[in-house]
């Protein structure tokens, strides 16, 4: 099964992704993640996009299709993938189309979560992610049991990205409605969109009950 999960910053991606790669036996492909890691490891580069992550503006497609393009032909993804956070714009969606019609595949399902901006913009300024595991927490809806400290794998000091101030945010969410959101009209039907203000577990369901029936029919 390939999905994409699509929606604007703080919808739930991540959050979702990492449920659904255990369930569905694919790996998540989040090239913010990817980027992050390149960013943390200062390789060239990390060095190149770090600025323009900071500021919440978007990195050029031809870096993002080339790791995408890359990713996809390790082992781990032959019987499908998640994408998080890619594509992101009309070019990175045709480019994806390209790449996959070449091997005679195509994306099977793009899964929209829903959130309103106000939403967001909250989730983003209170969100907390472990920089050893990368599991996601809101310091308020979804807080660790242990304040600081990682309840996946007890690592201490959980990190605050430096994309999620207010002001990246709001730059996030003008590249969202202006570059991103018209990718919808490249997926016609098999766009299928969830309600992303319910509780984690309530839109893990909605998702689960779009892909369940794919993936049993990939299987
Ligand atoms: P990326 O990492 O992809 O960021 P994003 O799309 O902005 O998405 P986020 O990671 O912010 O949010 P999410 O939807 O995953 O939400 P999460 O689950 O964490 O990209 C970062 C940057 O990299 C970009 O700005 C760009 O610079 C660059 N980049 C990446 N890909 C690119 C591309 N293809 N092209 C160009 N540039 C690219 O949840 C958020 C918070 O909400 C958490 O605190 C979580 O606990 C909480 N939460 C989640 N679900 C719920 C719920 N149902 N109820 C209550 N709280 C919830």
Redesign the pocket.
């Known amino acids: 099964m390939r999905a994409i999960?699509f929606?604007?910053?703080?919808?739930?991606?991540?959050?979702?992704?990492k449920r659904l790669v255990d369930l569905y036996g694919i790996p998540q492909l989040?090239?913010?993640?990817m980027?992050?890691e390149h960013v943390k490891n200062q390789s060239p580069l990390g060095l190149k996009?770090d600025a323009?992550?900071k500021s919440?503006?978007?990195?050029?497609?031809d870096?993002?299709i080339q790791m995408?393009e890359e990713r996809t032909q390790r082992t781990d993804c032959k019987n499908g993938f998640l994408l998080?956070?890619?594509?992101?714009?009309i070019t990175?969606g045709q480019a994806l189309n390209a790449m996959l019609a070449a091997k005679g595949q195509q994306i099977d399902v793009v899964v929209g979560?829903d959130c309103p901006d106000d939403v967001?913009r909250d989730?983003?300024v209170?969100?907390?992610?472990c920089p050893q595991c990368g599991a996601?927490?809101?310091?308020q809806?979804?807080p660790p049991q242990v304040s600081d400290t990682c309840d996946r794998c007890g690592k201490i000091g959980l990190i605050h990205?430096p994309?999620?101030t207010l002001e990246?945010v709001n730059k996030?969410l003008n590249?969202?409605h202006g570059e991103t959101a018209p990718l919808t009209s490249l997926y016609g039907a098999i766009l299928k969109r969830v309600d992303?203000?319910?509780?984690?577990d309530?839109?893990t369901a909605s998702i689960r009950s779009i892909l369940d029936p794919l993936a049993a029919s990939s299987s």
């Open positions: 999960l929606g604007p910053p703080g919808a739930g991606k991540g959050t979702q992704a989040s090239t913010g993640d980027l992050r996009v323009v992550m919440g503006g978007l990195v050029s497609d870096i993002v995408i998080d956070g890619f594509p992101r714009t990175q979560i967001v989730r983003a209170f969100r907390r992610s996601i927490y809101h310091l809806s979804l990205r994309d999620d990246a996030r590249k969202f992303g203000t319910k509780s984690p309530d839109v």
